[in-house]
Structure formats: structure tokens, C-alpha cells
């Protein structure tokens, strides 16, 4: 029944199921690429890479699974899940130095990408199970920061999106989430719902990067 | 069938569920308080009073239905789980300085309250689950404690209830579960022992406060 | 049919189940002894130990299972996986200054040993299920070196096995993990490779330690 369910998430994305997919092994990677220059500057070894590399891209996907009760989780079954980001461990483990130096803007865009697109499925796949609409957008947010949040706690360190100097970057995938579970309760969702608010989500964060947009702080003492 | 079995629950705590459910969200407020007010202290912005208040409200329950496969877990169904916490955080985003400072007493009154409750209906939940009565009592406490351990972690600050300096708090939870598994296990449970438990981890946990009671710690060298 | 196919997990180790239970225990009891070590370093008090035994013995598992949606967790079913941590952590608790001076060796040892067979029986129960052959792979690293990793996190450290100075502790569970795996998948799977892959982790982990053999870090700038 669950995995019937899941094919009925699937479908529903109303997108072309190996678009999809592609789609959301690019912002696997880049998340991994993300959760691996975080090991590096912390100078951890190897299987730390590997480790947080992991966490990062799956991290929020498997607690939207497992707190759906939708296990084993997607990272679990689809190798693919595994095979992307281990390649992006590796790849940040013998490369860091340029990756680091000379691709900042595109690990920035990438992991906007990641960001609306894990926003976009993981409200989606949360509306069609038993969650008020105010979790399925919840849900949705989780999916999209939670492997960074993971990431920062293993590297022990506060969650940066918590920093007053962040960008914008929960804000935006809860805008995104709460698109599409407004458009699903309201019976006009579609495939082009899911990519417009992907699309927003991504281009909200970018926008916040290029103008210094923060979310506001409590007045200090 | 387990919306069956959580309906069993719910009846099998003997409380009135309007009652139940009315007490339980009072500690989901003032959880998120602590939570809310912790995130000021560290100085994070919006989105890390509002998670900080999020997990420390809904942590404990949440993982104690993951544990017990009872998912979607009640935070993501019933929509008040989430109004209430994230009307904490905007209270606190807005307040946090007359809340930290003159509202102390409320504050732990409330804590101590949220404490009691959630020991109380976490080891009433896990006792009609396929688990040893041991592991009801973690149980139990793991829904009390657990919200601040989560919240103290994604703080970055190792668990507050661990320091040597806090008084009292998950060993009075222990021991409300601990009366409650008993009572069950021994066909003598009934909506007054849950009250009476709750009560009890309650005014413990005040009274340590009062009288500077705290676990022992173990030798230095 | 979740308890029927854990039966039929069980019984697929090939071990005799009582042999089985009782290795996995003595892993538990080293594990739990660890975390509580950690403790007490970090001058927590009686909770403090308490937790850290507890979640450093079954942290692993408890993952593996929720993960893999084998809810409730094989340590909340069983009451002995939890006597038997409570009792590790009260030793600790009273008798931590022997043990840390004078059985750093015989916990090396036993550490090894639960590392092996945690790696070896959380392989086993993921092939089962319905994952990928590298995901059962990753459950059983994670059942092995999960319970560590959220030891650290709750002492607030960065997770030991990531350190540059750390002898290999996670590769050697992977290697045992995939023995086991490719053996599932492939037919020749039995209790003796379950045996073999789990002592070959333990070996592999000592021979780490007397030879100060270490995982490779990136280079760095």
C-alpha cells in the first residue's frame, strides 16, 4: 500500500517521472558537494567527507520519509541516492582547492536548485499522506534544510541558517511549500504548480544572496 | 489500525480528550517559550527562534512516535500542535525581554507543568505498544526530555538536564513514568493515575528548583 | 508480518539465536561503557551517564530499525537491551576511575568486537528489506557507528571516527557490511560469513589501533 502510495506521489508531481529524478540527483549532488567542503574546512578525514557529504543531500528527504512513515526512505532504495553523493565525496576529496577557490557561484546556485526542488517534491509527497496542511508545508521545509542542518550539527557547529548574517533560505522554501499545498487542498495542482515554486524558491534565495536580504532578529537587550 | 490503536490510546489515558488534548498543548506553549528564548540568547533570527521553539515543543513527541512507528506523528496531523508553538515564537520574537525577565517563575511553573504531561501521555501511548515496560518508562521520558535535548544540540550547548548544576528534571519524569507502566502492567491504570502522575513529576521538579535538589554526579579523581 | 519477517531475519544470521542475542549484548555492554566513559569526562551528572551509555549502545540500532521501518526498535522490545546499558552505565557510574585507567585495553577490545558484530547483524536485517545492496551496506556502517556519532553530538564534540588522528573505525564496518551484502545478494550466505565478516571488522579495527594505520585526510592548502 505504502509503495502504491508512493507511485500515486509520483505520478502526481505531474512531471515525467526520469525528469524528475534527474532533477533531484542534481541538487543530491551539489547538497553533497556542500556537506563535503564543510568536512574539509573542519579538517576531518576521509570518512568524515563521505559522512557529511551524505547527510547533507539525504539527510532532509530521510527524516520527510521516515516521519511520513514512508520506509525504507527513497536514499535507501534508489541506489542512485547513494551512488550521486559518494561521487560528490569523492570528487570534493581530491578537488576541494578549485571547487572551493573558483566555483563558489555555482555550488551558490546549485544549492538554490536543491533547495526549491527539495521543497517543491517534499510538499508534495507529504500532501498526499494523513498531515494538516500546515505540516505538509512543514514537512516540505524540513525536506529542503534539514541535511544542512545535520551537516552543521556533525561539524559542530550552530545551524548557519540560524545566523543573523544568512541570507534567506528557510523563508523561501516555506513560501515554496506552502504553494503547493494550497494549490493541492484547492484541487489545481499540477506538474507546472511543483516547477513554478521549485523555480521561486530558487530564484527568492539567489535574490537574497545577490541583495543582502536577511530574515529579521529579535531586538537586542 | 493505528489510527485504531491511537484512538485506543487516547480513550485508554480515561481523560477527557478535549481535557487531554487542552492540557497537552498548554505544554507544547510553553516548551516552545523555552525554546524560543534560548534562540534570543544565542542570538539566532527568525527562523531559529521559530525552529528552536518548534523542536523543543514537538521534539520529544515526535521521536517517540517515530520509535513506535505511530506516523505521521500527531504534531503533523492535528493542526494545533503547530499553531500553538509557532504563536509561541512570534510572542517570544516580539517579547522575549519582558518574557526572559519577569516571567521566570511562569515560565518554569509551565516547564515543570509540560514536563509532567508529557512523561504522563508518552508512557500511557508507548504502554499499549509492543514494548517491554522498561522501555515504556524511556519512553515516556524520552516524549519529556526529548525537545530539549534537540533544542539544547541544535543550540549547539551540550544538554542542559547532563550539567551537574541542573536540578531535577528527567528523573521525576522517570519515576511518573515508572508509576503509570506499574499501574498498567497491573490492570490498575485509570485516568486518575495518569493525572496523578503527571501532578507528581510536576511538583517534584518545582520543589528540586526550590530546594536545589540535583542527581548526583560521579567522583572527581 | 513485520514480526514474521524479522523471524525470518533472525534466522537467517544462520546463528543460533541465544549466541546470537548474547554477542550482541556483550557489544551492547562495551558500547554502553563507553558512552558513560564520555560522561564522565565531560563532567555530567548521573542523566548525563545514564544518556550517553544508552544512546551510544543502542543509537545504532535504534537508527537502523527506524529507518528500515521496523518499528518498534529491537531495544525497546527486548528488555535486556536496556538492563544490560543501565547496568554498564551504573558500573560506570561508581567504578569509572578503574576502568579508565586500567582497561583502556579490554574496552579497545570489546569496542572492536560490538563495532564487528553491529556491522555484521545490522547488514544482515537491511538485506532483507526492500533497499538497495550499497543502502543495506550504509545501515549496517550506520547500526555499527551510529550510536558513537550521537554519543559525540550529545557531548557536544565533532563525531570521534571523523578526526584525522583517529585510527580507522568506520571502513573497516563498511568492508565487513559489503562481505556480508555481496554474499545476500549472490546466494552463499550463511551464519559462517555473518561469523567471518564480523570478526575480520573486529580484527581489522585492533590492527588500526596497534599500527596506527589511519583513513586518509584531503590535503590540505
Redesign the interface.
Known amino acids: 500500500m505504502i509503495s502504491g502510495l508512493l507511485q500515486q506521489v509520483d505520478s502526481a508531481t505531474g512531471l515525467d517521472a526520469t525528469l524528475e529524478r534527474s532533477l533531484d540527483l542534481i541538487g543530491v549532488f551539489f547538497f553533497a558537494v556542500s556537506g563535503g567542503l564543510l ?2 574546512r ?8 563521505v ?2 557529504s ?1 547527510v547533507t543531500a539525504l539527510g532532509g528527504g ?1 527524516i520527510r520519509d ?4 514512508a ?3 527513497t ?5 542512485l541516492y ?2 550521486v553523493p559518494l561521487s560528490a565525496a569523492g570528487l ?2 581530491v578537488a ?2 578549485p571547487i572551493d577557490h573558483q566555483f563558489v557561484k555555482p555550488v551558490q546556485f546549485f544549492d538554490a536548485a536543491g533547495l526549491g526542488l527539495f521543497a517543491a517534491t517534499g510538499a508534495v509527497k ?1 500532501a498526499a ?8 508545508v ?2 516540505g521545509v524540513i525536506a529542503a534544510v534539514g541535511g544542512g ?1 545535520v551537516r552543521d ?7 548557519h ?4 548574517e ?1 541570507r534567506l ?3 523561501p522554501a516555506a513560501l515554496g511549500a506552502t504553494v503547493i499545498v494550497v494549490a493541492w487542498r484547492n484541487g489545481f495542482y499540477s506538474g507546472g504548480v511543483a516547477i513554478g515554486a521549485a523555480v521561486g524558491v530558487s530564484v527568492l534565495r539567489l535574490a537574497a544572496i545577490r541583495f543582502g536580504w ?6 537586542r ?1
Chains 1, 2, 3 share one sequence.
Open positions: 568536512a574539509v573542519k579538517g576531518f578525514e576521509l570518512v568524515g567527507v559522512a557529511l551524505l530521510v521516515v516521519v511520513l512513515g520506509t525504507p526512505p536514499a535507501f532504495n534508489d541506489v547513494l551512488v570534493v576529496f576541494h582547492q507529504a499522506f494523513e498531515v494538516s496542511a500546515v505540516g505538509a512543514l514537512i542542518i550539527v556533525l561539524a559542530n557547529e550552530p545551524p541558517l540560524f545566523h543573523p544568512s533560505y528557510a523563508i536577511r530574515a529579521p532578529a529579535p531586538r537587550a
